[in-house]
């Protein structure tokens, strides 16, 4: 710990002088923190502590008058002067490391990394004197504060999970970067947004230290103690500062408002000291001709160069709402729907602390998130592109990305592919740029898919073997892709924590898949969502499928939620939240959903069309499986992606293919029946819009040329009678569909069979009951899956254990007849041949 450092000052030897105010107009004040005359002061050090100094009598009485002005004693509001402390103890840091400077001490103001150790301990014992939560004693030694705890606790949170178990110690005891793989639904968010709390909760917490210890002035410490201390002070805290921003809340606004008349008010309308003349009233200095005259005790500290980056930088914005606060953490995610969603966690575990999150993504108005920058939240959430856009408009918030204190990128594999977020590299730039400050950041790199490495494409390595002396392109191994990834990020030694299995997928995951052919896969998506009603995540390779089944699947009276690129992010988070709220939802989405979406108790993912990547197909599937939870994925596949989908498995380190998911295949037609009379009313209506919008546009065009043309005149495309008989056609079989719709789709007394993987038809799939029972009918799409595929696994044994029966009986008959002599053995050789042989 560095020693507070003291000016010394005796009793007396503070005095007002006269100084001429004219040196002091605004535009001169640039880099001035403050002024004061000390007669017998002497700098022993580095940290400046501020003492209370006595008023005069005369200035007390200035004051009452001031605040009681008309008869009405103003009160004071504690908000603002909150408000005014920030403002002035970031004056204050910057002259304590002008200071530090001066007497060539190191600053005393950084958290290094040697000091971490103490960070989350630190935090930890001061908030133990709340009651001990008794039910988190799992967390213990993980670093994690009391408050943050708490808000755990309200989760049930009870345990760390295990990727949160390995990261938290290296991080904040550590303050080592992370280079993070867990499966999906592992809790990665918090395993570093915990770390990232915790750090600035510390960084809060030291500033509002040196706040406390060096501003109190006496008029506001009730202690009397603390005068004493002050006035007594032989190597104790100066008035150096107190001086620089006079010796009262109300004098101190006269700073802030200096500052602030460069940087103007706060967008909720909250004070604008500078401004407001209630405030002038309440004391001196208020502004800059509150210099006139007398101050009480003067010393000039000029040609200061603030360290802190913001107020250098605040005046020459445009953007002159801004508060200036630190940005302490960026984090960095693909899509908008994620920033929202790891905001909003934060947001979750912050709950106890003030920190304030916003979220910087594109879709939404831009005026609104410079609004909430504003405010200077302390962590910024957000997508590369709105980001980088906001950055280059020179918002003052973002302007400290150079200076952060820590980095999140999730989903850091897919921010870094190719031809992805090309935003995302400039932003890297400019975090990087400060060279001074780059080691002072703390990095979090992290995905399902970190570790996860391709063949190289077939024709590369065709390419490749061909040239001579050139050895075939080899698969990127583990390393080499984490080694990429640490050179662009810019981490030099992160922790490596790597907990994915070989399989790639969760653990909880059930996966499953059903060859058709193209036609059938809307029956058998349909099948699904009526057999197995549950919250269900469909994934389609392209918007133009959403669309489609979108419609499709909304005649067939099953409104399902679309979510992809193209739609308004209004509209796509309306749909995200609709989709969460219903236990039975159907959201149709792009890989727009794939990754890191937390929409709780997911129970099925399809995959509509076979995604073209492993990582595709790990992320989707994740969504559902979370968190320790059960959770099913389907693919559907045709015969034309087999390929892709072989390729995909091979990279996941599978040889065998997925196990068929059981269709009951009495209920396929009707489905079929429903799914294709849809499909003709989506024509229908298709044709229907069409025409209505040549109609519009034929319109438009006759009355613009002021032409009169009669229906008989009209091309047969145009023809209104023609689109009558669309729409005719189109609400006939609707109504027919709603006829089909209102009766179940099950028939009654039906027996049940389903498809192997062969595409035969085995009989039994629920125990001990062909046909099926009520009860199985309940049972999840999972338990059904794990039910056909141990009833399958029982009857290949009976047919095993059959067919060997069989082969003893023919050999015991044998046996019989070579000993009776009526036949010659054939083979002595292995069952199997033989039996195939006598067959
Ligand atoms: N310690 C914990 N105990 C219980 N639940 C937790 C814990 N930590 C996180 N969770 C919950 O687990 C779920 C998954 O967490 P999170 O979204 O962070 O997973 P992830 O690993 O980032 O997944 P993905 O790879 O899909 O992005 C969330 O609902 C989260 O609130």
Not at 597 to 614: K, S
Request: aromatic share 6%.
């Amino acid at each position: 710990m560095v020693k507070p450092r003291v000016i010394k000052s005796g009793k007396s030897g503070w005095k007002p002088v006269s100084i001429d105010t004219s040196a002091f107009t605004p535009t001169d004040l640039q880099g001035l923190a403050g002024i004061e005359e000390l007669t017998d002061y002497s700098i022993k050090g580095t940290r400046v502590s501020k003492k209370p100094v006595r008023k005069s009598d005369k200035d007390k009485n200035d004051k009452t008058s001031a605040q009681v002005k008309n008869g009405v004693e103003k009160k004071k509001k504690p908000k603002r002067r909150r408000k005014k402390k920030k403002v002035k103890t970031l004056l204050k840091e910057s002259a304590t490391e002008v200071s530090s400077e001066a007497t060539e001490d190191p600053s005393p103001v950084e958290i290094q990394p040697e000091d971490s150790a103490h960070c989350g301990a630190d935090v930890h014992q001061q908030d133990d004197s709340d009651e001990p939560l008794l039910q988190m004693s799992s967390w213990n030694g993980l670093g994690v504060p009391q408050i943050l705890l708490r808000a755990l606790a309200d989760k049930s949170f009870t345990y760390p999970t295990k990727i949160q178990a390995l990261t938290l110690p290296p991080a904040i005891f550590g303050r080592r970067d992370i280079l993070g793989a867990a499966e999906t639904g592992s809790g990665k968010t918090l395993a570093f947004g915990l770390p990232i709390l915790n750090g600035i909760i510390q960084l809060k917490k030291d500033k509002l230290k040196s706040e406390e210890v060096e501003i109190v002035p006496e008029e506001i410490s009730e202690n009397d103690d603390d005068k004493d201390d002050c006035n007594n002070e032989e190597s104790g805290d100066g008035n150096f500062e107190e001086c620089a921003f006079s010796d009262n809340d109300e004098e101190s606004d006269g700073n802030e408002g200096s500052i602030k008349d460069d940087i103007g008010s706060d967008e909720d309308g909250e004070s604008d000291h500078s401004n407001d003349p209630e405030n002038d009233s309440e004391g001196e200095g208020s502004n800059y001709d509150d210099f006139n005259g007398t101050a009480q005790c003067v010393k000039v500290v000029d040609n200061i160069d603030f360290n802190f980056p913001i107020l250098g930088k605040v005046k020459s914005t445009s953007k002159s709402r801004y508060t200036p606060k630190p940005l302490y953490a960026l984090i960095l995610t693909p899509t908008r729907e994620l920033a929202v969603q790891i905001s909003q966690h934060l947001k979750v575990a912050a709950k106890y602390t003030d920190i304030a999150v916003s979220v910087v993504v594109g879709g939404l108005a831009v005026q609104k998130q410079e609004r909430l920058l504003n405010r200077g939240p302390e962590i910024v959430v957000a997508t590369p592109g709105r980001l980088w856009e906001l950055i280059q408009e020179g918002h003052p918030h973002l302007s400290q990305v150079d200076t952060l204190r820590y980095l999140a990128i999730d989903e850091t594999d897919r921010m870094l592919e190719k031809g992805h977020f090309e935003e995302l590299q400039k932003i890297l730039e400019k975090i990087n740029e400060n060279d001074a400050h780059k080691p002072k950041r703390q990095n979090f790199v992290f995905s399902a898919t970190l570790t996860m490495t391709h063949e190289p494409p077939r024709y590369v390595m065709k390419k490749n073997g061909k040239k001579k002396g050139q050895a075939p392109a080899a698969r990127f191994t583990p390393a080499q892709k984490l080694a990429s990834i640490m050179k662009t990020v810019g981490l030099t030694d992160p922790k490596i924590v790597d907990i994915t299995d070989s399989s790639g997928v969760a653990q909880k995951l059930t996966e499953a898949q059903i060859v058709c052919s193209f036609e059938e896969k809307d029956h058998y998506l349909y099948y699904f969502l009526q057999r197995h009603p549950g919250r269900t995540l469909v994934f389609c390779n392209s918007i133009e499928a959403v669309r489609r089944l979108s419609q499709l699947f909304t005649i067939l009276g099953c409104t399902p939620w679309p979510l992809h690129a193209k739609m308004h992010q209004k509209q796509r988070l309306k749909n995200l939240e609709r989709f969460c709220a219903d236990p039975k939802g159907v959201l149709l989405a792009t890989d727009v959903a794939a990754r890191g979406l937390d929409i709780p108790n997911v129970q099925h993912v399809i995959h509509y069309q076979t995604p073209r990547t492993a990582e595709g197909y790990v992320h989707r599937s994740g969504r559902t499986a979370r968190a320790q939870q059960e959770g099913l994925t389907v693919l559907l596949m045709e015969p034309s992606e087999v390929s892709t989908s072989t390729r995909l498995f091979r990279t996941l380190g599978r040889d065998s293919s997925l196990p068929t998911f059981p269709v009951d295949t009495q209920w396929m037609a009707s489905v079929k029946q429903r799914v294709d009379l849809a499909r003709r009313v989506d024509k229908l209506e298709l044709q229907a819009r069409r025409v209505n919008t040549e109609h519009g546009w034929f319109d438009k065009l006759v009355k613009e040329m002021d032409l009169e043309i009669s229906d008989d005149e009209l091309p047969t495309s145009y023809s209104r009678d023609g689109a009558n008989k669309v729409k005719k056609q189109a609400t006939a079989l609707k109504k027919q569909l709603t006829v089909l719709l209102s009766k179940p789709l099950i028939p009654k007394g039906f027996s049940s069979k389903y498809p192997t993987q062969t595409g035969k038809l085995v009989v039994p799939l629920f125990p001990g009951s062909i046909p099926p029972n009520k009860e199985s009918y309940q049972q999840s799409a999972v338990q059904v899956l794990k039910q056909s595929v141990e009833d399958q696994k029982a009857l290949k044994r009976k047919i095993n254990s059959e067919k060997s029966k069989r082969n003893k009986r023919k050999k015991r008959l044998r046996k019989q007849e070579v000993a009776e002599g009526t036949e010659a053995p054939e083979s002595s050789g292995e069952e199997d041949g033989g039996e195939d042989k006598s067959e």
